[in-house]
């Protein structure tokens, strides 16, 4: 994609390690995605020289869109990468490869912002019709309804495939101008350029902000005016916060030990600056043992914190063997029950 869109001269390999999105060295020698990137580019290209692969003039629509593309991590140890990656998204499609099996995280991220087209239901958003598979049988039978049937059977359904259908019309108006001055014509205005226009930071694309020392990945930033910054925002604005991202439970542990006492202090630090990095990350002393105990979601999770840890922030630090946090408990009260043991 980066490279159709003239953001690159060269389509990058994920065996040679020349991946615009894979650029940590950790990323490059396993050939795995570990930290989520993003790259904007716009589609078309502003202009033809700017294109990798040269199209005819009538093809090209009229109109160039900034698509902001964001590679996230597939191995399940970095699930948080995922999760706060969807938090910025209004919504997304899934899409699946037919000659493999879907795998348990497209399972567990199909979530209520994702439109899934299963292997049951289709709809025919240019005829405006749904398709859906026969019961039983070889499934080489098919049903089809009528908009107005699918609307008494399945409303929300019906929705989606209304919804489909704009979203081509949308499209084919960037190729014919005629067309996209009838839809223009006919459509809702809620279609149209929000009135609001934002000069500074328009809507879907990603900004910047310098200066922030305390400012950590879940937090609510807004821009207030009419009261004192040290007392804070006034009412409802001082209660208002976005839904913070649900950081999963560790699972492995290791301890984390300082070359010295002299170092302590330093490994603390830098251990701070991994969390900020990456929540799914918890640090803690041990009560049994008064260890500093380093925490994540898996081995590989571990392994590549020490990586960096050692390598990319020079900590004297060494990091023991990594243990799974397994612990028996009961489960529930019973009578009680007198045994004699003869030995």
């Known amino acids: 994609m980066l490279y159709y869109s003239g953001y690159t001269r060269r389509i990058g390999d994920v065996d040679d390690g020349s991946t615009v999105t894979d650029f940590l060295p950790?990323?490059?020698?396993?050939?795995?995605?570990?930290?989520?990137?993003?790259?904007?580019?716009?589609?078309?290209?502003?202009?033809?020289?700017?294109?990798?692969?040269?199209?005819?003039?009538?093809?090209r629509p009229h109109v160039s869109h900034t698509v902001n593309l964001i590679d996230t991590p597939g191995h399940a140890d970095f699930t948080f990468e995922v999760l706060r990656s969807l938090r910025i998204l209004d919504g997304a499609s899934e899409k699946l490869d037919q000659d493999f099996e879907v795998g348990l995280q497209s399972v567990r991220f199909h979530g209520g912002k994702a439109v899934r087209v299963g292997l049951w239901e289709f709809g025919d958003a240019v005829n405006l019709c749904a398709l859906k598979w026969e019961e039983g049988g070889d499934g080489k039978l098919i049903q089809h309804f009528t908009l107005d049937q699918l609307k008494k059977d399945d409303p929300k359904f019906a929705e989606e495939v209304i919804k489909a259908r704009a979203a081509i019309v949308e499209a084919l108006c960037e190729f014919d101008e005629g067309l996209l001055e009838n839809w223009l014509e006919c459509n809702d205005d809620s279609l149209l350029i929000s009135p609001n226009a934002i000069t500074k930071s328009l809507p879907g694309q990603i900004g910047v902000i310098a200066g922030l020392k305390h400012a950590r990945t879940g937090d609510t930033l807004l821009s207030y005016t009419g009261a004192h910054p040290k007392n804070g925002p006034l009412p409802p604005l001082n209660i208002l916060q976005l839904r913070p991202i649900e950081v999963p439970p560790p699972v492995f542990f290791a301890a984390i030990e300082p070359h010295s006492l002299s170092e302590e202090k330093?490994?603390?630090?830098?251990?701070?600056?991994?969390?900020?990095?990456?929540?799914?990350?918890?640090?803690?002393?041990?009560?049994?043992?008064?260890?500093?105990q380093l925490s994540g979601m898996g081995e590989l999770h571990l392994e590549i914190a020490k990586d960096r840890l050692v390598n990319d922030f020079k900590a004297k630090a060494t990091m023991g063997n990594i243990e799974i946090g397994y612990r028996e408990c009961v489960l529930s009260s019973t009578s009680p029950q007198r045994y004699i043991f003869d030995r």
Do not use: C, F, Y
């Not at 995605?33 to 093809?59: F, G, R, Y």
């Not at 929540?279 to 500093?292: F, K, R």
């Open 26 to 59: 950790a990323e490059r020698a396993r050939g795995i995605t570990i930290q989520s990137a993003a790259v904007t580019m716009h589609w078309p290209p502003v202009t033809e020289n700017d294109a990798s692969l040269k199209v005819s003039d009538s093809s």
């Open 266 to 292: 330093n490994v603390a630090e830098i251990l701070q600056l991994l969390l900020r990095e990456d929540p799914s990350l918890h640090v803690n002393i041990d009560a049994e043992s008064g260890q500093m």
